[in-house]
């Protein structure tokens, strides 16, 4: 059962001078249980699928057409209220700044406080236990310190870890993440995604990441969407799309992977994925 299905998307930006079509019918499904990544160069669409499914697109950019049912609801006819009730709640969402998703002059726990009230959710001593419990699962140091602090305090790491522990902190069933590691050194990149990924699969979540590296989806996701120009040209199992992609498009973004030894390595990823199923 698809916990997310998207149906013929179509986002624009309308403008004085126009209108430019962003995303043209994207169609695609996240099944429970599942980490699906979204990659593809610069400007081909990849943040507009995510953030136009969860109604965060800044203007002038609007959904022009197409449904995004997640669990029986059609996400895109909900009215702002509504929306603004399962984003946080029944879906997270990890932005690729962490301090832009951080009050810089909030202290970390109340800020937790503030995500559970604004869903409704008491709180007391037991959700302040969680926060803790998500900081120090998130790879945290000295949760109670953190909680106590400010944003401007951690480094770009600890924060990411920080806006994932509040992007669990009310078990939504779908967690969404935009470039979650761009801004983050490949040591601590590595750190984040095996936490993000841990704390997803290891509580039955589904996930949908943008990336533009294509190690981050062959060690961590089970399927791909490949996107170009706005469309969405090829999809499904990472094990067969990375090893015998279809598409031009494909073919070229997996080239582009210019080191020999990290060609091998993706490719050494897959074909061990498709012998142990």
Known sequence: MSGLQVRDLVTEFHSRSGVTRALHGVSFEVGANEIVGVVGESGSGKSTVVRSVIKLLMPPGRVTAGTAEFHGQDLLKLPERQIRRIRGREIGFVAQNPFSALNPVVRIEKQFSNIAKAHGVGVDAGSRDRALELLASSGVDNPERVMRGYAHELSGGMAQRVVIA????????????????????????????????????????????????????????????????????????????????????????????????????????????????
């Not at 704390?199 to 589904?206: A, I």
């Open 166 to 277: 509040m992007a669990l902190y009310l078990n939504p069933r779908l967690v969404i993440a935009d470039e979650p590691t761009t801004a983050l050194d490949l040591t601590v990149q590595r750190q984040v995604l095996d936490t993000l990924t841990r704390l997803t699969k290891g509580s039955g979540r589904s996930m949908l990441i943008v990336t533009h590296d294509l190690g981050v989806v062959a060690n961590y996701c089970d399927r791909v969407l490949v996107m170009y120009r706005g469309r969405l040209v090829e999809q499904g199992p990472v094990s067969q799309v990375f090893v015998q992609p279809k598409d031009p498009y494909t073919v070229s973004l997996l080239n582009s992977v210019v080191q020999p030894e990290a060609a091998e390595a993706l490719l050494a990823t897959e074909l061990s994925k498709s012998r142990s199923i």
